[in-house]
């Protein structure tokens, strides 16, 4: 099983052994699925049109937004034999994102539900290291620098914890070990949303029905 535990010393300290020690890390998409604390919802990329384009901005999709913060090439793409490696670790269609050109860049995944696991494939990361950060306080790193083409897995793991629970989680770069723009492709994202948030949800739906009355 590959499976890493989060184990930075704020975290532990922040909360009791038995909760830090359900958050996990996984490299390994196969071992992330069967530990996942709920229902998951699968975005493979598939279903939005191309719209790949340089500059930072935010992007819509089902159930979240993704944010980009550089100034090179961002959005939905499908091309698939990029002559310095391949796209989509699935179907024919992938999130890309440049890194790199020697500035700190990252890219957010907002949901508008609160989730308790996230994960996807990270393919190409080869001139940097992406680290991940939640807005629950969870960070660490998520995929070490690699070579071309290469296709690695990241995904976290919150045990079912609901103070862990994040609505965002944020990929960013760590120190450049080249020069250049480096494209990385994001497929197969997957996140669960946590049964507290759905029970927001059908709370608010009553709540907005009786003030119709
Ligand atoms: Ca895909
Ligand atoms: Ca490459
Ligand atoms: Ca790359």
């Known amino acids: 099983m590959k499976m890493k535990f989060v184990g930075s010393c ?11 020690a359900d958050v996990a ?11 996942l604390g709920g229902t998951a919802i699968h ?3 598939e279903t939005y049109g191309i ?4 500059g930072a901005r935010t992007l819509s999709f089902n159930g979240f937004d993704a944010t980009y913060d550089g100034n090179d090439l961002f959005g939905i793409d499908d091309v698939v034999n990029l002559g310095h490696g391949t796209g989509p670790t ?8 440049d890194f790199g050109s020697q500035s700190a860049r990252s890219l957010t995944f907002s949901f508008s539900e609160l989730v308790s696991d996230f994960g ?4 190409d990361v080869e001139l940097t290291s992406l ?9 660490g790193m998520a995929v070490n620098l690699a070579s071309n083409d290469v296709i690695q897995f990241f995904g976290l793991t919150t045990g079912g914890d609901e103070s862990l629970a994040f609505s965002t989680i944020t990929f960013t770069m760590l120190a450049q070990s080249g020069t250049g723009q480096d494209g990385v492709m994001f497929d197969q994202l997957t996140y669960v949303p946590t049964p507290g948030s759905l029970a927001l949800i059908g709370f608010g739906g009553l709540a907005m029905s009786r003030r119709r009355r």
């Open 120 to 123: 996807v494939y990270i393919r």
């Open 43 to 45: 975005d493979d990329f």
């Open 90 to 97: 699935s179907g024919a269609q992938y999130l890309l994102a």
């Open 10 to 20: 704020a975290l532990i300290g922040a909360l009791t052994a038995a909760s830090a």
């Open 51 to 54: 719209n790949v384009a340089p």
């Open 131 to 139: 680290s991940y950060e939640t807005d629950s306080g969870l960070s």
């Open 25 to 35: 890390t996984w490299d390994d998409r196969d071992s992330f699925l069967l530990n």
